[in-house]
C-alpha cells in the first residue's frame, strides 16, 4: 500500500469521526414507549406540546414518540387517560438527556455536540414506560386525595382505613 493511501485512509478516518456524533450512532432520536394506566383496559390520547394528540388507544399499548423538540428542546407530552370518555388521569412527559451524547467528548466532537445531536433529537432519550394512576386525584394545597377500590390496597393500608 502507498503512502498516499495510508494517508487518505488515515484521513477518511479521521473525518468520519470528527463529523460524526455519538449519541446519533449509538441511539435512534425516537423510541417505542409503553403507555401503562392504573388500572389497565383505559383509553388513551398522546398529546405533543402543539396540543396536536398524535397517538390514541386503549393502555398497555406500544407507541414510538420522539425526544426531539427543536433545535437543543426536548420534546415534551401529555399522556391522558380516559374512562368512559372523561379524562381520569395526566401525566406530562419531557425526553430526559441521552447519556451517550456526552460521547461526542471523546468521538464526535464540536460537531456532535453542537449540530448533528441537537439537530436530530439524538441527545434526548424518551423513557421506555409511561404509568400513568387514574386512581390518584391531586389537590390543591399541597395535599391529594386517593380513590382506590379496597382490592388494590395492601393489609397495612386496610388496617388504617377509617370507616365513616
Known amino acids: 500500500m502507498s ?24 441511539s ?7 403507555i401503562q394506566s392504573n388500572p389497565s383496559g383505559l ?4 398529546i405533543n406540546a402543539s396540543g396536536e394528540t398524535i397517538h390514541t ?9 420522539s425526544a426531539r423538540g427543536g433545535y437543543f428542546k426536548p420534546a415534551k407530552y401529555t399522556v391522558q387517560v380516559k374512562r ?8 406530562q412527559v ?10 461526542n467528548i471523546l468521538i464526535g466532537g464540536l460537531i456532535g455536540m453542537l449540530i448533528v445531536d441537537p439537530l436530530t433529537g439524538a441527545m434526548y432519550r424518551m423513557p421506555a ?12 394545597s399541597g395535599h391529594s386525595l386517593t380513590i382506590a377500590s379496597i382490592e388494590t390496597l395492601t393489609p ?4 388504617s382505613i377509617v370507616r365513616l
Open 3 to 26: 503512502d498516499f493511501s495510508k494517508i487518505a485512509i488515515a484521513s477518511a478516518t479521521a473525518a468520519s469521526l470528527l463529523l460524526s456524533s455519538c449519541a446519533s450512532i449509538v
Open 28 to 34: 435512534r432520536p425516537s423510541r417505542d414507549v409503553s
Open 43 to 46: 383509553s388513551f390520547a398522546v
Open 57 to 65: 388507544g386503549t393502555t398497555p399499548q406500544v407507541v414510538n414518540l
Open 84 to 91: 368512559s370518555g372523561k379524562v381520569v388521569g395526566n401525566h
Open 94 to 103: 419531557t425526553a430526559g438527556l441521552n447519556g451517550w451524547y456526552f460521547g
Open 129 to 140: 414506560e409511561i404509568l400513568v394512576d387514574a386512581n390518584a386525584v391531586a389537590s390543591t
Open 156 to 159: 397495612e393500608q386496610r388496617a
